[in-house]
């Protein structure tokens, strides 16, 4: 957070305030030029992505809000951001809250906001490459509650006041090979062809950047942590696919790859592309929840039959290959004998002083590079110590920056893009003088409580049909217990050297009807936070896969495997607390930690690793 | 089941199916006169409840077959019986299948089926009183896909056919006082007045017996089980009710009580209100979930504006007043001295030989009797013992009915009705010859697992919003762990002196939005099935309330209070399976037992109420 800021409460217009002021300014003319009274400005990029190029980072640029989600409606005379509860602290630290109001989306939704700030007969622009059909139709049902309009507007309000907008990605894509990948795109098309044929349906729209990767086993380097080739892609009833992408991205190797069935075409072309299939009165698929409202628009327009439906390479690509799934645990290895190497180095210089949130995700990554194979961090590495690691979408920055300091809990939660696969882990330490300077009680209760969570969810065997939502609760039974909880999801899907965010599974209180499946893999993260003072998260990633019958058992069980491999720490728990299964699984899972990670350390970090994996 | 009909394998044609047959030829030749080429026979009534009166047992009159749920369809030269998994063996016993199919509606569905067996143009029939617009719409897309059409009927064919169909109860309805109801009907009506003005709407039809007879207060005998009185309502967004309902069934002292903003129609003229509401272009909402496609199609036809959502009364009716919540205690404490009277006895006679199924259900039945204060069971009990216990809906019959025999598990279900409340109780028992023969080892480990899946649901601490969804995963967890699992759901809401099935809560499998709230009463009813052996379920009913906040909690949690009241089988427990918390909630839970009843019951269940509820 901004010192500066936060101390003075008024605030002076600084250099950077004048600049967005000159922006915002620039911005309100264009609205009056194009006749409009309002324009919203998503934080989302054409593809609904995390991580956007930097000619999307639109909110950014006009508020100053880098926050990986959120948005912006700006009116003549009056503006507002809107925020989830993660930022609720940062938008007030970067945005001139002279020019803009700072609210939290889940009290005040945008589309309420501009009905109740627009006037009668007022029209509000919106960009149809940025608000999906979903999304759309909620401001659309609000400005006409309000007597006014929403009006898609052709050409980006804020690209034509943007005068230094960098130019759209061009990173060449790269083949993603077989032997990771483990089906051919030949293979996977034929199956998205038999599921559209079930479905009655000719074609599917398809936006979302990792169903393309995956749909084509192509990776590519348009975004920041996640290897995307940014494109759109029509897939036909027979296989063939029609590819709209930026050709300097395509080198021969990948034109050899795709083979005659994808077909090229420039990204421009991609309304004669739907525009053929609503001539032929095509009935075309679209996910409503992805898809851009643009693409809808235009596929009506055209005469197509329009099927709204999850997109269809969702679900399969969540379920590993057997290739994808023996490339995920070399990937675990490998990162966990980095992130060891990175917490030996931890428990001997923290201690002493004067290490720094940043230092220590730098010395991580320094880690991981190491490893000589590692493509890119799969997020951004949160670091927190103390009072920040209560904050759960922490990014250390110099102002926030703290030194780590004996009494401290520290939290990080990083990954890494390795090209057999995707991590993401979270280990909470306490820094300890021994003997003098430990973890209070109550952090160890708490830790050990968010311990017997993961457990239960590391340890539960479910039957066949069994969602994400309905095994939620046996991660936070011990917290309830306390009367204690966390306010985030309990996992969430990973893809296989793609996005460290993918569905359509997931483990969270909200009511999911997609079953887990053998091959799925999602991260297990129970937390606690204490806001203030310190913040714990216990995060592995688990594959489902066939549980062992019990003998006398009846029916066919699922269970999870364990990934992440790295251990969990011995000074945060308090082993009373433990059931006898509990201890049993934890001190197994170390043992496995030992076994599988010593032969790929240093000297120093065996040491380490010898003691931290001992049994409780 | 019948046990001629299970030997010969081919039938003879019984007295009974000869009727059935003359029944079936003249709903054919009424097919014929109508120019329709099928009809589609429910089993449901116009409220679609799970009790209906005998004119409208129109499947058993037809099929023969008397399940509470099914459906039945007669085309001109092929008819079938559709039932769920818990009537397959039923309904092969009870219906002539030379005339009828009999299919598991799990792997056929009616409709799937008309549209394989129609012809192209042919005319299904159907009666908009027993379809809901969700059903009908399944129906009219088949039909419209086999080139047919699903024709609306006036007047039902089977009526039009049986000769001798007992007319429509009339039995008088009474006040519910307010002393038990603890809110009068003045104040619901206000309430769901001012739901409908903030969704924008003018009214809603009420079809559902259970959300009329809350709404003001009155109680019937229309049906078996369940105090219904059977009518339709249409509720405004003034509080003001338009009731349709038998002029017979309304006393002087109903009618006094429900006042002047309740009117009276007869039940015919429910068109001519709802035409009504159509003519004035009101916005009127019904549950296409439950309202009859009927009335849907006469709003439509009058002009209304539809809107679909829930029935308005279904979740106030949910959440027990003080008074309801305060009668739900007095009737399960009276309810549970019965019980245990009933297992006092069994207990001694039992052991002996000689005790019949149906013997012991009709000493059951005589405990609550003698309570003087039994208005009528609140469902059939389930009499079940050996393997006639691992069927979940077992009704035990003079064919079926088996003699308790040492070694024996005997499951018993039932619940009485009572003024102040409805209760719902199922136990499993040992039926043993002590140091002679007793339950197995097997029977013990899966009776321990089920109970310690009712302890975990018993104890659970939860923050307000969880949905009973996300609470079934722990009363399985210790099933699942073995490799087990049973095939329903965990809880089921239940009324005040109304049916012992209600929604909209429930707590199972199948993903809900509807969060559990303070005052709504659930079951908790773990089980265990193996098929020709033996059945276990240990049911009480509980009730949502705040849980204490542990020391050092954080949030405000809620949690349950076990309201039934008997001892739970100590000789199906294998004590070391339980950890430390479970037996201590079990032995309080039969301290509690003891405290609360033993003054209740006479000295011979005195005595062994004081050995079945000692200390594990």
Known sequence: MNASIAKTGTKTVSGADADRRARLKRLRAELTARGLDGFIVPRADEHQGEYV????ERLAW??????????????????????DGRYTLQVRAQVDTAQFDCLPIATHMPWDWIAGAMSKGGRIGYDPWL????????YEAACKKAGGKLVPVPGNLVDAVWADQPPPPRAPAQVHPNKYAGRTSADKRREIAVALKSAGEDAAVLSAPDSICWLLNVRGADVPRTPFVLSFAVVHRTGAVDW???ADKITAAVRRHIGKEVRLHAPGTLGDVLDRLG???KRVRIDPAGIPMWVMARLKRAGADISRAADPCQLPKAKKTRAEQAGMRSAHKRDGAAVCRFLAWLAAEAPQGGITELAASDRLLA???ATGKLRDLSFDTISGSG?????????STPETNRTLKPGDIYLVDSGGQYLDGTTDITRTVAITIKGKKGPTREMQDRFTRVLKGHIALAMAKFPPGTTGSALDPLARKSLWDAGLDYDHGTGHGVGSYLSVHEGPQRISKAASTVALEPGMVVSNEPGYYKTGEYGIRIENLVMVGAAETPRGGERDMLGFETLTLAPIDRALIDTPMLDTDERAWLDAYHARVWRELNRAVDARTRAWLKSATKPL
Do not use: M, W
């Open 53 to 56: 190029a930097g000619r999307s």
């Open 62 to 83: 006009l508020t100053g809000f880098t926050g990986s989600a959120g948005l912006a409606v700006v009116l003549k005379n009056k503006a507002a951001v809107f925020v």
């Open 131 to 138: 608000l999906t059909p979903a999304q759309a139709a909620r």
């Open 244 to 246: 709209c992408v930026d």
């Open 279 to 281: 001539q032929g009165g």
């Open 367 to 369: 880690c991981r590079e």
């Open 387 to 395: 009072p920040n690691g209560a904050i759960v979408h922490y990014k």
